[in-house]
């Protein structure tokens, strides 16, 4: 409870990743903590994110497991799947995580206040929930709004047809075709669930291909098992409007000059989002905005940094203050980028902080998880920025094909694929794509963390067989000396 009545050392405005973590830790630290969600705990996460989705992908995947069972030598007759199942296992999955969240700040002693929170002073929030408006005071002030998607860019798109990433997650129905309008990670992903599950999927991408942040090669593989499953590409195509049409809807877009078409059932725009920092109280609080994203401290408010920094050097959890030093921002409220995790260390850097404790974020080490199929994660340098800073690295790469845990289970996509420094051997980054791929990556993203170089990897002993031994081969492939394919070594 508070110290007096509506006095906290610590206030959260919002409860997603950010905000309930930022709770929990100040309750540890034995700060008074106020919580303040107008929507459900876990915000877009575990309510309208991640663990939906991941729900809707377990299933999908227990579908193409029965598919290709015949592959193992097992036959199982035609393979079907119910919606309305498949959706009450994803809310069940949804309550059974916001409820241990909403335990835990109980446990914590934290205030939960259902309500829209808004700043009115430096140090003052305005709370109005259900039962009116209540005002709270704070020593600390965490902004933890995150964000929503992006909507309203195209003509046409909006109205009844147009799917926002929340609208497919409510996994009501499954359309029999559908357009994908952006093929970043949340858009790539979706699209991937509803071909798994029986719609015509259209993929539209502004760049040459899906994923284009991340390694070409990689982006190439998932690419080609996308098409080799029935999903269809409109890359370098940029949309100029929607328009209705016997089918549903009719995306019409520009390709090297020329206008063209294509129509589905439904269209999910997945182009971005937006942070919820419209009616937050900014201007009263004398914090200062810069395209609805709160501004910190110098470095943090950009995508993510050029990994090139070794750990000492990463940014303090001070950086993550504001133009007002007791108010931080975390999440996605700062960067627009929706990577949870990421929002998650942010928090607790920021609680920390604001205790006078030492505390930072590891921006270089920042994993990204991509849930495709087969699955694509990275961490740190990638080998195209590299070649595009000329950086020279050296680059050990080991398929999934010659593990023999891979071929036991019949994969044969993947790769794993390590970036170093050539001279001291210090892993910078790496790539991963293939089963398991995004958790297969913790290792790597330890080593970019701790500054571990390709020879820790290599004289660490792995378990056989196991996925795992992809990390090991392609860290011996940096040496020039990899056990179970030929000697190769190149540097860029």
Same mark, same amino acid.
């Given at each position: 409870m508070g110290k007096a009545a509506n006095t906290y050392d610590i206030a959260v405005i919002g409860g997603g990743p950010a905000g309930y973590v930022a709770a929990l830790r100040a309750a540890q630290l034995d700060c008074s903590v106020a919580l303040i969600e107008e929507r459900e705990l876990?915000?877009?996460?575990?309510?309208?994110?991640? +663990?939906?989705?991941k729900a809707l992908l377990g299933a999908a995947h227990v579908l193409e497991a029965a598919e290709g069972a015949s592959r193992f030598g097992i036959? +199982?007759?035609?393979?079907? *799947?119910?919606?309305?199942?498949?959706?009450?296992?994803?809310?069940r999955c949804v309550k059974q995580l916001t409820s241990g969240v909403a335990t835990l700040l109980e446990q914590g002693g934290v205030d939960v206040m259902s309500g829209h929170g808004k700043l009115t002073s430096p140090h003052q929030i305005s709370v109005m929930g259900p039962e009116g408006e209540q005002g709270l005071e704070a020593q600390t002030i965490i902004v933890a709004v995150g964000s929503r998607p992006i909507t309203g860019i195209f003509e046409g798109g909006e109205g009844e047809g147009i799917w926002t990433s929340d609208?497919?997650?409510? *996994?009501?129905?499954? &359309?029999?075709?559908?357009?994908?309008?952006?093929?970043?990670?949340?858009?790539f992903e979706l699209a991937c669930i509803y071909l798994h599950f029986g719609a015509q999927v259209t993929l539209m991408e502004l760049f040459d291909r899906v994923l284009p942040r991340e390694d070409p090669e990689a982006s190439d593989l998932v690419m080609r098992a996308f098409t080799r499953r029935g999903g269809k590409l409109e890359l370098g195509a940029r949309v100029l409007r929607i328009e209705e049409a016997p089918a549903g809807k009719?995306?019409?877009f520009e390709r090297e000059g020329e206008e063209r078409h294509t129509e589905a059932e439904v269209v999910l725009v997945a182009v971005g989002r937006c942070p919820n920092t419209e009616d937050l109280g900014a201007e009263a609080a004398g914090l200062d905005l810069s395209r609805q994203c709160v501004c910190v401290r110098e470095g943090v408010d950009t995508p993510l940094m050029d990994?090139?920094? !070794?750990?000492?050097?990463?940014?303090p959890g001070a950086a993550l203050r504001s133009s007002q030093d007791h108010i931080y921002a975390v999440g996605d409220c700062i960067r627009g980028i929706g990577l949870a995790h990421l929002a998650m260390h942010e928090a607790v850097a920021a609680v920390e902080d604001s205790q006078g404790m030492p505390s930072y974020v590891n921006y270089n080490a920042v994993p990204t998880a991509m849930y495709c199929h087969p699955e694509l994660a990275a961490v740190g340098l990638q080998e195209h920025r590299a070649k595009q800073m000329g950086i020279e690295v050296a680059v050990g790469k080991f398929p999934f094909a010659a593990n023999g845990r891979a071929v036991a289970e019949a994969v044969r996509?993947? *790769?794993?694929? +390590?970036?170093?420094? &050539?001279?001291?051997?210090?892993?910078?980054?790496?790539?991963?794509?293939?089963?398991?791929?995004?958790?297969? /990556?913790?290792? /790597?993203?330890?080593?970019?963390?701790?500054?571990?170089?390709?020879?820790?990897?290599?004289? %660490?002993?792995? %378990?056989? &067989?196991?996925?795992?031994?992809? %990390?090991?081969?392609?860290?011996?492939?940096?040496?020039?000396? !990899?056990?179970?394919? &030929?000697?190769?070594?190149?540097?860029?």
């Open positions: 876990g915000g877009t996460c575990l309510n309208r994110g991640c +663990i939906p989705s036959e +199982i007759p035609e393979a079907s *799947f119910d919606v309305a199942k498949v959706r009450r296992h994803k809310d609208d497919a997650l409510a *996994f009501d129905r499954v &359309p029999s075709s559908l357009i994908v309008i952006g093929a970043g990670p949340s858009g009719r995306v019409i990994p090139q920094e !070794p750990k000492e050097d990463a940014c996509e993947g *790769f794993a694929k +390590i970036i170093a420094d &050539p001279d001291s051997g210090q892993v910078l980054g790496a790539t991963m794509v293939g089963r398991l791929a995004t958790e297969l /990556l913790a290792e /790597l993203t330890l080593a970019v963390d701790l500054g571990a170089t390709t020879e820790d990897l290599a004289s %660490a002993i792995h %378990a056989h &067989p196991t996925y795992s031994e992809v %990390a090991h081969e392609a860290a011996l492939a940096t040496l020039g000396r !990899p056990l179970h394919m &030929p000697m190769v070594r190149h540097t860029r």
